[in-house]
């Protein structure tokens, strides 16, 4: 890494405040330049340039600046959004002139393959495949829900027999709703014997199903470089929280620290190993019996309301882990 590598770069998108900001804090205080990157804003308002001539060279200009890419010793992917190219753009072109951006990003990200990331692109892509998560989860002792993936109605109805009616179904990928806009998100649900006579879209979409497990509290965790910060929120006071904490509403339950026992910090330690993760959100149920089920780990998750709301100096360890690792490949 060359001696003038001070800059690290935070991958994000222009609605992206209070976590990214705490962050880039953070490392201005550890003596390094944060510089944020809005992926939506590119190509329409950010310009990068990658070439090669008896080897390589590639500049990042952002707000009037020209930045060599070798200056940029971290990279923290917090988002990677799609490009915002507005309305006078035809619609003919759209679709290809995304493509071809998400494809040219790609490409040049890849130009900073001598820094550290925290995580890197494809490890993430590959850490997001819930099914891969869920098998490695159990082979490293955690218990997880019985689950199903498909699209056969003949198999949910036998799984809804099997578990008395405790099921509950999610999506495996967040769901765009236009280019332009945010992906949108469906939250898990609980299933009722009038879905099971509306199975016929699974046809064109399968689904999750699992086993709805009974709940004392959910669970938050941040997996920081081997850090836990974990956060419990006690959703069952929520008429609409009860399957999924985030449709229940901040007046209705609130996030107090939690501690997880230390059997099961070491199986998420390995589970996050096996994902070669440095980072993630990890989503966890406790069980009125005390039992811990690993529901599931989003590598770029949100975390920003467990150190506003209990104090977690998340941002910090994020810091932490991009600059005193800064040297190792």
């Keep these: 890494m060359p001696e003038q590598a001070d800059i690290v770069l935070l991958l994000t998108h222009s609605r992206d405040h209070y976590t990214v900001e705490r962050v880039a804090n953070a490392v201005a205080s550890r003596g390094l330049q944060p510089l944020r990157f ?5 190509p329409s308002e950010i310009r990068l340039a990658w070439s090669m001539r008896n080897g390589s060279a590639h500049w990042l200009a952002h707000n009037g600046s020209t930045i060599p890419i070798d200056r940029v010793c971290a990279v923290w992917l917090r988002k990677l959004w799609p490009p915002m190219l507005g309305q006078t753009l035809d619609e003919r072109f759209r679709e290809q002139c995304i493509k071809e951006s998400k494809a040219a990003l790609a490409g040049f990200l890849d130009s900073l393959h001598g820094a550290l990331w925290i995580d890197h692109p494809d490890r993430v892509r590959q850490a997001e495949n819930k099914m891969h998560q869920l098998r490695v989860a159990a082979e490293v002792g955690l218990t997880i829900p019985r ?4 699209n056969d109605p003949d198999e949910v109805r036998q799984l809804y027999e099997d578990l008395g009616g405790n099921m509950v179904v999610k999506m495996l ?7 332009d806009r945010p992906p949108a998100f469906v939250y898990t649900s609980s299933v009722s014997p009038a879905d099971l006579a509306e199975l016929d879209s699974l046809r064109y979409s399968p689904m999750v199903f699992q086993q709805r497990i009974e709940k004392a509290a959910e669970l938050r965790i941040a997996f ?17 929280g009860q399957t999924d904490w985030r449709l229940a509403t901040a007046d209705e339950c609130r996030w107090t620290s939690a501690q997880v026992p230390d059997a099961v910090r070491g199986k998420l330690a390995a589970l996050m190993h096996r994902l070669g993760l440095t980072f993630g959100a990890i989503d ?21 309301m467990l150190e506003r709301d209990v104090g977690h100096p998340i941002s910090s360890a994020i810091a932490d882990a991009l600059i005193g690792n800064q040297d190792q490949p």
């Design 38 to 42: 809005d992926t939506d804003l590119f």
């Design 147 to 150: 689950t199903l993936l498909t």
């Design 173 to 179: 990928t967040p769901m765009s709703v236009s280019m």
């Design 224 to 240: 920081v470089a081997g850090r836990l910060f974990a956060g419990s929120v006690d959703a069952r006071q929520s008429a609409k």
């Design 284 to 304: 966890m149920i406790v069980t009125p019996a005390a039992e811990h089920v690993f529901l599931e780990v989003n590598p770029t998750g949100e975390w920003g």
